[in-house]
Antibody, heavy 121, light 108 residues
Framework: QVQLQESGPGLVKSSETLSLTCTVS????????WSWIRQPPGKGLEWIGN???????SHHPSLRGRVTISVDTSESQFSLKLTSLTAADTAVYYC???????????????WGRGTLVTVSS | SSELTQDPAVSVALGQTVKITCQGD??????ASWYQQKPGQAPVVVIY???NRPSGIPDRFSASSSGNTGSLTITGAQAEDEADYYC???????????FGTGTKVTVL
């Protein structure tokens, strides 16, 4: 059974750093891209960033300088660190797998259940 | 452009057809994928690419594209199709991903 499971604190303080981990089971973490996506309460989806199993990353331009995504293939996990938190970072955070069907077709086929992170002052 | 624009809300009578559109410059180079999200749940991909449905997605969901616009059509909408729908694609640079603003579909 393929499963992605986010883990991390549900409450973090403003100005501190959020650390989340996604554990992948039932499918190899190798040869795939993996993403973090978030959704503020009552709002739409926002892509945070990608990592390839080799370690190559890309991030949303608005988060550059605050976000780090890493992968640990031996543990079948990838992680998100987001620094200098503000209330605007309060959201449900999802980890996902990205599939490249072709050069022009990419999509998120597997999703974790999501974890709500609240940034408090 | 780094934006994908969707109508905020549409409604459809039970059993009728509804079309949801997604507009953005990136769609001239990349196909949209479409996600259904029900309250309290993670999104689920319903269409990717030209018109590909993952296993388990009913064939009443279909997609089309033209120029800078992608469309998702639900033919014979069911009560369980009531949800938020988001489009997504790579951005025009091909470096990042962008999501549409979302469309709330109400089945009457």
């Amino acid at each position: 059974q393929v499963q992605l499971q986010e883990s991390g604190p549900g409450l973090v303080k403003s100005s501190e750093t959020l650390s989340l981990t996604c554990t992948v089971s039932g499918v190899s973490i190798r040869r795939h891209y993996w993403s973090w996506i978030r959704q503020p309460p009552g709002k739409g989806l926002e892509w945070i960033g990608n990592i390839y199993y080799s370690g190559d990353t890309s991030h949303h331009p608005s988060l550059r300088g605050r976000v780090t995504i890493s992968v640990d293939t031996s543990e079948s996990q990838f992680s998100l660190k987001l620094t200098s938190l503000t209330a605007a970072d309060t959201a449900v955070y999802y980890c996902t797998r990205v599939l490249r069907y072709s050069t022009t077709i990419w999509y998120f086929d597997l999703w974790g259940r999501g974890t709500l992170v609240t940034v408090s002052s | 452009s780094s934006e994908l624009t969707q109508d905020p809300a549409v409604s459809v009578a039970l059993g009728q057809t509804v079309k949801i559109t997604c507009q953005g410059d990136s769609l001239r180079n990349y196909f949209a994928s479409w996600y259904q999200q029900k309250p309290g749940q993670a999104p689920v991909v319903v269409i990717y690419g030209k018109n590909n449905r993952p296993s388990g997605i009913p064939d009443r969901f279909s997609a089309s594209s033209s120029g800078n616009t992608g469309s998702l059509t639900i033919t014979g909408a069911q009560a369980e199709d009531e949800a938020d729908y988001y489009c997504n694609s790579r951005d025009s640079s091909g470096t990042h991903f962008i999501f549409g603003t979302g469309t709330k579909v109400t089945v009457l």
